[in-house]
């Protein structure tokens, strides 16, 4: 009987206007909470590539001050070993009146011409140009100006101006490791305390190119300087490459032998 109070009618009608405003507000809500989802995750996406372009563009900002900063950083440079330079005169030493003249025809990033320098120019200079039996003349050899090893033979003749040839020869040699940039071999140039502003008046006028370039031509040509090093002894080839002491003591011995039978 207590159950049978209320009409069956009744109760389907109170049900029927309960449910639909209540599934209604839940069907809204779930989409709009949908909605806001997806917009915080575009939101989240756009903001996330923003950051990724501003990080690239510090990144590339911060590379090309590294850069700028590299090449005009100051470079770690070993002293030159200070070898005997007797009688100077631009790119030749010795006693102008030697009776043998030595040319070595050479490069600056020649592997080979830097053994030469470090372990067998000294001995030459020692027994032969400082005792006044050979005139020493070394010769850049050289086809492209645009090379930076031919860059550093004329920062050599640019020295030379100031009678630091020799000097900067040595300094090149030295430092073959480090790269012959503009950066770096006006700081060779520096170290020997060279009048900078007619220094960099050379170097700017590229005067040099175009003698190094023609002496390389006619050594090829006429001799047949093809590699570095090479030592000439009047207008011969007489040794080719980085033999050692001996063989170009022999040569020179040969040289002066046949001045003195004369």
């Known amino acids: 009987e207590f159950i049978s109070a209320i009409p069956r009618q009744s109760i389907l009608n109170v049900a029927q206007s309960v449910k639909s405003p209540i599934g209604g507000s839940m069907t809204n809500s779930t989409k709009s909470i949908r909605d806001e989802r997806r917009q915080r995750a575009r939101r989240r996406k ?35 070993p200070g070898y005997s330079h007797p009688s100077p005169d631009m790119n030749s030493i010795g006693n102008p009146e030697a009776p043998v003249v030595l040319y070595e025809y050479s490069s600056f990033a020649c592997s080979h011409c830097v ?20 005139r020493f003349v070394y010769m850049p050899y050289h086809v492209d100006k645009n090379r930076p090893e031919t860059k550093g033979a004329h920062a050599a003749f640019c020295a030379g101006e100031q009678g630091a040839f020799w000097d900067m020869h040595d300094m090149l040699f030295a430092n073959a490791a480090t790269g012959y940039t503009r950066n770096n071999i006006d700081q060779m140039a520096e170290f020997f305390e060279l009048d900078m502003d007619a220094y960099d008046s050379c170097m700017d006028s590229e005067k040099y190119y175009d003698q190094i370039i023609d002496a390389t031509e006619n050594a090829y040509t006429e001799i047949g300087v093809s590699g570095t090093p090479s030592f000439v002894i009047n207008g011969e080839i007489v040794v080719e490459g980085n033999l050692g002491y001996q063989p170009l003591a022999d040569a020179i011995d040969a040289a002066l032998a046949a001045v003195n039978a004369e």
């Open 46 to 80: 756009q903001t996330q590539s923003i950051g990724m372009i501003i990080i690239g563009i510090v990144i590339l900002i911060a590379v090309g001050l590294g850069l700028s900063y590299a090449s005009d950083r100051a470079i770690v440079m070993l002293e030159p």
């Open 115 to 134: 053994s030469f320098f470090e372990d067998t120019e000294p001995l030459i200079i020692q027994n032969y140009v400082d005792t006044g039996l050979v």
